[in-house]
């Protein structure tokens, strides 16, 4: 991930693996979301959110503290924050990425 990020000295926009990432949500979400009930968005989607929080938070954990980084961790974030899922179990699920994403 980090090997794709430009120069820290630009102003960093999502990376590709970033825009990938909430490519795919988005359709996911596009597909499923006026299948399902609420209770059922907020399992798959509430699961989805905690994937994705848990597993960014370890992988970018171990980067510097770069823009880019910042920038991947917020564009990640607020694309999750989108998904048709009750704000409580959003904030309960997305809590390890949201203190990850904010800069010093």
Known sequence: IAASWK??????QPSQFARTVCKQVE?????LHE??????LDAVFGSIC???SDRL???FRGFDN???KFADLNAV???????PVSEEIKAAKLAKLEANSKED
Do not use: F, H, N, V
């Open 7 to 12: 120069d820290d000295d630009q102003e960093a």
């Open 27 to 31: 359709l996911l979400k596009g597909a």
């Open 35 to 40: 299948m399902l009930l609420p209770d059922e």
């Open 50 to 52: 905690e994937i994705y």
């Open 57 to 59: 938070s370890q992988t």
């Open 66 to 68: 770069t823009k880019q």
């Open 77 to 83: 974030w607020q694309c999750l924050r989108a998904l």
